[in-house]
């Protein structure tokens, strides 16, 4: 072999060697790529909302960083910052609770990240979680004690600061503008929304003045029912507080489970304090038998008065309901001639409240229980939420005609069928009380389950059994006729 033949079989020997190594090289670098762990996310909703260190743009995917693949197109937080960015970039995520949005709480129970975002992972529901955070087996900090305002017994807010419409104190527009509820001026950025700071209604604030329905005084001259009120401070009607009764119960937090209302027109309307305020006026109501009859006569008195308000049983998970005030359709003036509660000039008595009243004449009696003028002003039902309820507990704790227990006697154990009721099929359990409430109207019916899944919610909800009889199916209504189901 000639010296010039050698030397290039010598090169390609080198060139094939070199290229072996660095296919090994590349092979072992892929390799080692693909076995290291992925970086986890590092902001946005990947992360519970998390911003970026040193005002990076977070990009779609959840990491941090300045160019066009993290600042461009869906781009999450902080996007502004990087002059090479593209114009496809989305806005800052305004934060949707906790300290960063007046204290507010997400909806559907969703967790609130440190970061002032909702999810339900880790990432929200863990370490820094603000409120709601039990849903998830974290790290969760308990949810924060409200500070100040309807919900803290009509505390002001210390140095001055705004009351937010959750209750909790701070000075950005989130707290001093729409829905604050004292001190509500101090912060020149806020909106021009903000409500007046409310007049204290009694005790040494108030002239000694008492509050109406005999809610409690708070030390800060308010009223209310829950412990904020009539615990610790309280001036003047602390004998009966949230802690008694029905308020012994439900829980203000397991109320708005019981009532989500995500999207319902007047979801505003049932409260926590106006459910409590009526139930002193019924104080058997929630407080009669064992713990087990007490939750439920709540699960049955709230499934009844959602199913009336709802315009459906509100899907699978049985959780719709007082969604309406009044009768959204009203083609009458439910006007009858009766001497004793005659009807008024002008007015309908169509059906308003939780459990749906209707007719002069019960308006007229359910006046006389609770001390309102009702004939004259049948309105105060779907605007005073108190009166609403007390209407609804009225039907509730009180008998009809034709023998008939009220409800409360029913689902309490307090009533006990005859022979003839239970040759009727009348016999203790939920399904009575929907023969009580319909006139017997739903018993006909081949099925109710909308009416009994609400039930069902409610005690799994309360954590009780549900009792026997949950349908009324087949059994005779008091006045002795079954009725064909409404249409």
């Given at each position: 072999m000639s010296r010039t033949m050698a030397e290039k079989s010598s090169k390609h020997a080198?060139?094939?060697?070199?290229?072996?190594?660095?296919?090994?090289?590349?092979?072992?670098?892929?390799?080692?790529?693909?076995?290291?762990?992925?970086?986890?996310?590092?902001?946005?909703?990947?992360?519970?909302?998390?911003?970026?260190?040193n005002g990076l743009c977070c990009s779609q995917f959840g990491y941090c960083g300045v160019t066009d693949d993290y600042c461009g197109r869906g781009c999450q937080s902080q996007c502004g910052v990087s002059g090479r960015r593209s114009g496809n970039a989305a806005p800052v995520r305004a934060p949707q609770c906790g300290a960063q949005a007046g204290g507010a709480l997400?909806?559907?129970?969703?967790?609130?990240?440190?970061?002032?975002?909702?999810?339900?992972?880790?990432?929200?529901?863990?370490?820094?979680?603000?409120?709601?955070?039990?849903?998830?087996?974290?790290?969760?900090?308990p949810v924060r004690a409200p500070q100040c305002g309807a919900q803290a017994g009509g505390a002001l807010c210390p140095n001055g600061l705004c009351c937010s419409q959750f209750g909790y104190c701070g000075v950005t527009d989130d707290y001093c503008g729409r829905g604050c509820q004292s001190q509500c001026s101090v912060n020149v950025r806020r909106s021009g929304n903000a409500a007046p700071v409310r007049a204290p209604q009694c005790g040494a604030q108030a002239g000694g003045a008492l509050c109406p329905n005999d809610l409690c005084c708070s030390q800060f001259g308010y009223c209310g029912v829950t412990d904020d009120y009539c615990g610790r401070g309280c001036q003047s009607q602390c004998g009966v507080n949230a802690r008694s009764g029905a308020g012994s119960v439900v829980t203000r937090e397991l109320f708005d489970r019981m009532l989500p209302r995500h999207d319902c027109p007047?979801?505003?309307?049932?409260?926590?304090?106006?459910?409590?305020?009526?139930?002193?006026?019924?104080?058997?109501?929630?407080?009669?038998?064992d713990e087990d009859a007490r939750k439920r006569e709540v699960a049955a008195f709230m499934a009844q008065a959602a199913h009336g308000t709802s315009s459906s049983s509100g899907g699978p998970s049985y959780s719709g309901g007082f969604c309406y005030k009044e009768a959204q359709t009203v083609t009458s003036n439910y006007c009858t001639p009766n001497a004793q509660f005659p009807c008024a000039p002008n007015m309908t008595y169509h059906a308003r409240g939780p459990m749906q009243i209707s007719y002069n004449y019960n308006y007229g009696l359910a006046s006389q229980a609770i001390s309102e003028d009702l004939l004259r002003n049948p309105e105060l039902v779907s605007t005073d939420p108190v009166v609403a309820f007390k209407t609804a507990l009225w039907q509730w704790m009180t008998p009809g005609d034709w023998n008939q227990p009220s409800c409360h006697a029913v689902i309490t154990g307090l009533w006990t069928a005859t022979p003839p009721?239970?040759?009727?099929?009348?016999?203790?359990?939920?399904?009575?009380?929907?023969?009580?409430?319909?006139?017997?109207?739903?018993?006909?019916?081949?099925?109710?389950?909308?009416?009994?899944?609400?039930?069902?919610?409610?005690?799994?909800l309360l954590g009780v059994g549900y009792g026997p009889n949950l349908g009324c199916r087949g059994q005779v209504p008091f006045d002795g006729e079954i009725?064909?189901?409404?249409?």
């Open positions: 080198f060139s094939a060697a070199n290229l072996a190594m660095k296919a090994l090289a590349l092979a072992v670098l892929t390799l080692a790529y693909s076995a290291a762990p992925a970086h986890a996310q590092q902001c946005g909703a990947q992360a519970g909302g998390a911003l970026c260190p997400c909806p559907n129970g969703l967790c609130c990240s440190q970061y002032g975002y909702c999810g339900i992972t880790s990432d929200y529901c863990g370490a820094g979680c603000q409120s709601q955070c039990g849903v998830h087996a974290g790290g969760a900090a007047d979801r505003d309307f049932y409260t926590y304090d106006a459910f409590l305020a009526a139930a002193r006026a019924f104080p058997a109501f929630g407080a009669t038998g009721h239970r040759a009727a099929g009348r016999v203790p359990g939920f399904g009575l009380t929907t023969n009580i409430l319909t006139g017997g109207r739903r018993c006909a019916a081949e099925d109710d389950t909308g009416r009994v899944g609400l039930y069902k919610r409610y005690c799994d009725e064909a189901p409404a249409k």
